[in-house]
């Protein structure tokens, strides 16, 4: 592991000199170039302040190829692999535990009330007009990144004893969903996690890195999950992973993930990356997976300018949901 972190130390020195002469060489950077792909390809604007992370992101990826800064650029196009890369070194993965507690209350109480309503339809034998009562409870986790957001619903729905529900997260980072799927977290992040859904954690076993590298897909890159459980301390219970999964997603330009409508849709701050006309138009899109009388979560004073007329803004002091009243 020490030898792994030596030769990491020297790739990011090594990364940090040609992003240094890439700045100093304006010329032969051009910034406005690299923001336009990122825009063109998942619809994210990286302002001008964000230029030496921009700057950083490519230097990085074409290093760990081998190849210069025209190269790279060259075999965008044509290296799907290549092209994933350096959208995971762009992506900010800002995420943590139960960040906004009062949207994860709201959706858990829509799952009880969801609940209820199945428990008496099932004691109604005669009630057999809502064909919809025994489907599953179904949450779209938007943006997920490294997976803390979509945990923390599965870990308060259980603190619930609920578990006729299944939760969706999606990213267009391989990457942070790799960490995602792994469930495996620092102290720092374990500090943030109520009380109450604290029985949800357990202590990281040496043995789970093995367990990670064995379960992985073909393709996964196994340095990373060796650095992601280094890092870990301790990972989600096993049981919370039957109602989670995860699945790469550019919600930009690709059909939903899923074909079934969601009881809830949460897309918190991810909006704010987008220009506006590309904020009404992923909206559109979520309203469309929205199942009737289902609910869409946004950041509080996210999207204001939103007036869809199938919506209805929910009166809440603290939430900004919209409630899906007509198709």
């Known amino acids: 592991m020490n030898n792994h972190m030596q030769q990491d130390s020297l790739f990011i020195h090594k990364a940090d000199a040609l992003a240094a002469e890439a700045l100093r060489q304006d010329a032969a950077f051009d910034t406005e170039q690299w923001q336009r792909y990122i825009e063109q390809e998942i619809g994210f604007i990286l302002p001008n302040v964000q230029r030496k992370w921009l700057v950083n992101a490519v230097t990085q990826t074409a290093l760990s190829y081998g190849l210069t800064i025209l190269q790279l650029w060259q075999q965008l196009p044509i290296n799907h692999e290549l092209r994933q890369q350096l959208l995971d070194k762009v992506l900010i993965h800002e995420s943590r535990f139960f960040r906004h507690q009062p949207s994860i209350e709201f959706v858990t109480e829509c799952a009880l009330q969801h609940q209820r309503r199945q428990l008496a339809n099932d004691s109604n034998v005669n009630s057999s007009d809502d064909i919809g009562a025994n489907e ?3 949450i779209w986790s938007v943006g997920c990144a490294s997976g ?3 945990w923390s619903l599965a870990m308060s729905l259980a603190a619930k004893h609920l578990t006729h529900y299944t939760i969706l997260g999606t990213d267009v980072s391989e990457q942070a969903l790799k960490k995602a799927r792994l469930g495996q977290y620092d102290k720092r992040q374990q500090a943030i996690i109520p009380p109450h859904c604290q029985q949800f954690i357990q ?3 040496q043995a789970s890195v093995i367990e990670a590298l064995r379960f992985a897909p073909v393709a996964t890159d196994t340095k990373q999950i060796i650095r992601n459980s280094v890092n870990a301390h301790w990972q989600v219970m096993p049981t919370l992973k039957q109602q989670v999964r995860f699945t790469l997603h550019n919600i930009i ?3 939903p993930p899923t074909p079934h409508l969601q009881q809830v849709i949460v897309c918190q701050n991810m909006l ?3 220009r506006k006309f590309d904020q009404r138009d992923i909206l559109a899109r979520l309203s469309e997976q929205c199942a009737l ?3 869409i979560i ?3 004073g996210e999207a204001l ?3 869809p007329s199938n919506m209805r803004r929910i009166a809440h002091p603290q939430i900004n949901a919209w409630q899906k009243i007509s198709a």
Do not use: V
Request: no cysteine; aromatic share 24%.
């Open 136 to 138: 599953l409870f179904r």
């Open 148 to 150: 803390q957001e979509t």
């Open 203 to 205: 202590p990281l076993r």
């Open 253 to 255: 330009n690709q059909d």
């Open 272 to 274: 704010l990356y987008f």
């Open 293 to 295: 009388g289902g609910y």
């Open 298 to 300: 946004l950041a509080p």
């Open 305 to 307: 300018f939103w007036r």
